[in-house]
């Protein structure tokens, strides 16, 4: 094989290797789809969680009680994107979003390999980053056929990129805002 065809031949494969990490995730569940007792056990690392470091006692307990669960996965896992966390909230059961969350800390170093965003860009369309992608400091959102994508990243007050892409759909976007605001009492309609 001659030089240029060996360079070719690996241009060819690494392409190919960069274009499957950004292929669509398959969660194996859908919006709207009951949670199954294998994607609970999902490689043994689905957990119910009780407490979310980031939302309030007394939002816990409300969510709680309001049948809204949240089940945890390693992003690398499911998708191939490192430093991520998946994110599902159920709502009685049925998958009401999915939130993919870059894992920063005070590196910021998910944020900083762009991953999230090309992987937006990839699956959901091209958005305007301005001149430096690096320096994006806003959301972008996509719907179609009642869905609903949103694409953000934001720096917050301690330097720290909070980036994620949150999936659902029109139904249980109101929902999901209203309950987790504590504006609305969910009631389970199998009860």
């Not at 290797?17 to 056990?41: N, P, Q, R, V």
């Not at 119910?48 to 390693?74: R, V």
């Not at 991520?84 to 800390?105: G, Q």
Request: hydrophobic fraction near 35%; proline fraction near 2%.
């Amino acid at each position: 094989m001659t030089k240029i065809n060996k360079i070719s031949l690996t241009l060819i494969a690494s392409m190919l290797l960069a274009s499957t990490a950004m292929a669509k995730c398959d969660f194996g569940i859908k919006i709207g789809e009951k949670i199954l007792e294998d994607f609970k056990g999902y490689s043994g690392t689905a957990n119910k969680i009780d407490k979310q470091d980031n939302i309030p006692e007394e939002e816990n307990i409300y969510a709680e009680n309001n049948g809204i669960q949240f089940l945890y996965f390693d992003g690398n896992e499911i998708c191939g994107l490192q430093d991520t966390e998946i994110e599902f909230t159920f709502l009685y059961d049925e998958l009401a979003s999915i939130r993919i969350i870059a894992m920063n800390d005070e590196k910021n170093i998910p944020t900083k390999k762009l991953t999230l965003m090309k992987y937006a860009k990839a699956n959901y369309g091209k958005f305007d980053t301005g001149f430096d992608p690096q320096t994006f400091n806003n959301f972008y959102h996509w719907r179609k056929n009642n869905s609903l994508v949103i694409y953000s990243r934001i720096i917050n007050r301690d330097n720290i990129w909070d980036e994620d892409i949150y999936i659902t759909n029109e139904k249980y976007e109101e929902f999901l805002n209203l309950a987790l605001s504590g504006e609305i009492e969910i009631k389970n309609n199998e009860q």
